[in-house]
């Protein structure tokens, strides 16, 4: 597939992702079964990163929307950027003493099944989004989060109103670039565990 290259994200967002450039580790991660991430999970969120954004590159789904000079809209239910950062690292100043592996996995479960079901809810065909990010998406779950499965995968599907207003492609915009950021991080984690079975 196609590598990412730093121009694929809009400058605010590039600062975001450098301000905390290494994690330096100086522990491995113990092996445990449950966050055993595999070199097809690395693909997968990569994979997912890439077609969360072509989606934001969408020219008719956010024509008359600067989509790149937007504000992002993050999950605020989660926590994964500091409960995920590796044992011994340094994040904005603050060097974290210890990993938890439960948590961590707990909040990317956690923001994977926020965005399953925001995604599933924007299948309105005239605000199309595209299959590639909910297939993306379900892959990387499905294969590398098992455990955080929704038992309903269809409860949360939204009847298509006809409609898609500017209101609607704004906040679409707004949600799916704090899912790229997330994704980044989520890649960066899984990236982490993966090095850390080797
Ligand atoms: C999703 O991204 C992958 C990796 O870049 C690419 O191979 C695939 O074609 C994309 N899916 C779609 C439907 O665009």
Redesign the pocket.
Known sequence: ??SLHPSDFAPALLLLVLSCPLWHVSQAVPVMSKGQMTDSCVLYAR?LL??IT?ALAQRNLFSGIDCKEQSMQLNTKSNTPSVCAPKESTCSGNTVSEFNLESCLTNIGEDLQHYYKFVVAQSDPDCPL???VL??LRELMENCFAWSLLSDWTSEQVAADGQCTYDERLSLCKILKGFQVRTITINRVIGYLNSGEH
């Open positions: 597939g196609k994979t890439q077609n072509d595209g299959p590639a297939f993306s």
